[in-house]
């Protein structure tokens, strides 16, 4: 871990990310209800909110629409990602390399790791590569550290959301993205086994705007240090009003209650 605190994707310590890699890892469906957002531009205009610190993208998507965002949108490229074709234990291939991340404006990479399932090892070492090669461009690593394969049945369970930040930390994350643990001593206990790493909450499928604020309220005050988020944001009607409410909640520390009344 290095300090991250002046990298463009952290605000006063907090990171907002906006994610948008759902075409790839689950396919159009996430877009069924909001059927204009299929085009991603849709989806950059909303990153374009003061409270977005960066917006996760793969490579083809930045490749194709960031060159017209690159004024007003901090750039995670995600260099790892896979389709929800894949029945096998859970796996990611590469799709890009921090070089290409590089010479596409990125201001920070992302690469998911699944510990736990049988194919950790390679995962491990893909990630090794990555973060070494993102130590030279001086970009930071963020880790969608998510555990998961036959062996894990419950991969929200305490005990593996403090595994996952902790071995974030311990193989060179700079920001470990978790899932919420289910209640706020879990969360807690997972921002301490991470040390001084910071760690941002996972958004997840969409639920109301109390549920998902009071979410993110909790986090925050565990210790989270902000959210990556995808269909929470951009399957609402209105993506801006959220985005109000979450930087009030994540940047200005109020409750879920205060955001949604103002
Ligand atoms: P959401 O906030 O929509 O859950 O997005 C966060 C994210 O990590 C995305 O980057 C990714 O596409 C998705 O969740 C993967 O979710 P899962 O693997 O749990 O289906």
Redesign the pocket.
Known sequence: MLPIDDSPIVRDGKSLIL?M??GL??GPVDFEDVPEKLDPATVFETATHDAVTAM?VQKGIAEGYYPSYEDDVNLLLKLNGTSNLWMGEPDSPVNCTVDYAAELGADAVGFTVYSGSNHEVEMYEEFRDAQESARDHDLPMVM?S?PRGQGLKNDTKPSTISYATRLALEIGADIA?VKYPGDPDAMEHACKAAGDMNVVM????KTSDYDFLSTVEAAVNAGCTGL?????VWQRENPTHILDALEKVIFEEETADAALEA
């Not at 996972?202 to 499928?205: E, F």
């Not at 990556?228 to 929470?232: H, I």
């Open positions: 994610a890699d759902h890892e689950h996760a969608w998510y993205k996972s958004g997840g499928s990556a988020v995808g269909r929470n």
